[in-house]
């Protein structure tokens, strides 16, 4: 297959599964390709990485396409910090989960939802941050930074890199805010492991739910319900041939409420919000 129309089905296909990806396929005109599309649906987190580091040059190269992510008001409320030193990214590991691709990680990019440089601006000036108590402050950093990060991991995959995302750099807020001496009004938000595939461990494309469970037009549950449930059950079976491959419990719908509707599910994420309020971040 070497025709644009046979790679744009390839990647629908690993993506969504045959049914689905005939459907979307059948509505995007087969010209309709890119090398940015291809590269978004390839994305797959993966977790084992050759030892060689990341080059100097992939770094700025990903941290300039960070830069170009859309930021509200070109506040640009985020920053990031590049991880490289071994006893540092163990002792990191062991706040998030004893992920072995954090504690292997030939880099790790903390994304940092950043009102500290405003802070900074607001005491040269001599006037006060009254405005970072507020809910809405904390939504404009956490986009702002969520924003940047996934620009980071495309243009990273873009280079032949890998990614994976690290929420669990959130279970213990505080402490990593000590190990990476975060100033007040700054929350690291997420990390991001890049480095080298090792092509032993490369894992398959992951499927996601399809367009009809996802896709709504002028209002939410503009499609019909019968649509979605199909869709979900669709879904069910095609998520849990992958899982059962990975190993893995194979009901997506049980992943969900398992998260959601099982008492503490959270784990320590459950003081979050007591964390972020110590760290100069409000809910007003």
């Given at each position: 297959?070497?025709?644009?129309?046979?790679?744009?089905?390839?990647?629908?296909?690993?993506?969504?599964?045959?049914?689905?990806?005939?459907?979307?396929?059948?509505?995007?005109?087969?010209?309709?390709?890119?090398?940015?599309?291809?590269?978004?649906?390839?994305?797959?987190?993966?977790?084992?990485?050759?030892?060689?580091?990341?080059?100097?040059?992939?770094?700025?190269?990903?941290?300039?396409?960070?830069?170009s992510a859309a930021s509200s008001s070109n506040l640009q409320l985020w920053s990031?910090?590049?991880?490289?030193?071994?006893?540092?990214?163990?002792?990191?590991?062991?706040?998030?989960?004893?992920?072995?691709?954090?504690?292997?990680?030939?880099?790790?990019?903390?994304?940092?939802?950043?009102?500290?440089?405003?802070?900074?601006?607001?005491?040269?000036?001599?006037?006060?941050?009254?405005?970072?108590?507020?809910?809405?402050?904390?939504?404009?950093?956490?986009?702002?930074?969520?924003?940047?990060?996934?620009?980071?991991?495309?243009?990273?995959?873009?280079?032949?890199?890998?990614?994976?995302?690290?929420?669990?750099?959130?279970?213990?807020?505080?402490?990593?805010?000590?190990?990476?001496?975060?100033?007040?009004?700054?929350?690291?938000?997420?990390?991001?492991?890049?480095?080298?595939?090792?092509?032993?461990?490369?894992?398959?494309?992951k499927p996601r739910l399809g367009q009809d469970v996802v896709l709504h037009r002028?209002?939410?549950?503009?499609?019909?319900?019968?649509?979605?449930?199909?869709?979900?059950?669709?879904?069910?079976?095609?998520?849990?041939?992958?899982?059962?491959?990975?190993?893995?419990?194979?009901?997506?719908?049980?992943?969900?409420?398992?998260?959601?509707?099982?008492?503490?599910?959270l784990g320590h994420r459950e003081g979050l919000r007591q964390a972020l309020l110590?760290?100069?971040?409000?809910?007003?």
């Amino acid at each position: 297959m070497d025709t644009v129309s046979d790679r744009r089905l390839v990647a629908l296909l690993r993506r969504y599964g045959a049914d689905e990806a005939e459907r979307v396929s059948a509505r995007i005109d087969p010209l309709l390709w890119n090398d940015v599309l291809a590269v978004q649906l390839e994305h797959r987190s993966v977790r084992k990485f050759l030892p060689e580091k990341v080059s100097e040059d992939h770094l700025r190269a990903i941290v300039a396409a960070a830069s170009s992510a859309a930021s509200s008001s070109n506040l640009q409320l985020w920053s990031v910090i590049a991880v490289t030193d071994r006893e540092r990214l163990g002792r990191i590991a062991e706040l998030a989960g004893n992920q072995e691709s954090v504690r292997n990680a030939p880099l790790l990019l903390v994304w940092v939802a950043d009102l500290a440089r405003a802070a900074r601006l607001a005491t040269r000036r001599g006037r006060d941050l009254v405005n970072a108590g507020y809910l809405e402050s904390a939504v404009l950093g956490i986009v702002d930074t969520t924003l940047a990060a996934q620009n980071a991991a495309l243009a990273a995959e873009s280079l032949g890199l890998g990614t994976v995302f690290i929420g669990a750099l959130r279970d213990h807020p505080t402490d990593l805010a000590s190990e990476l001496a975060l100033p007040d009004h700054s929350f690291a938000v997420v990390g991001l492991v890049v480095g080298r595939p090792d092509p032993a461990e490369y894992p398959e494309v992951k499927p996601r739910l399809g367009q009809d469970v996802v896709l709504h037009r002028e209002q939410y549950g503009s499609g019909a319900q019968d649509a979605e449930d199909e869709g979900v059950a669709a879904y069910e079976d095609a998520i849990a041939q992958f899982y059962r491959g990975q190993g893995l419990p194979d009901s997506w719908s049980e992943r969900v409420l398992g998260r959601f509707a099982a008492p503490g599910a959270l784990g320590h994420r459950e003081g979050l919000r007591q964390a972020l309020l110590q760290r100069g971040f409000g809910f007003e």
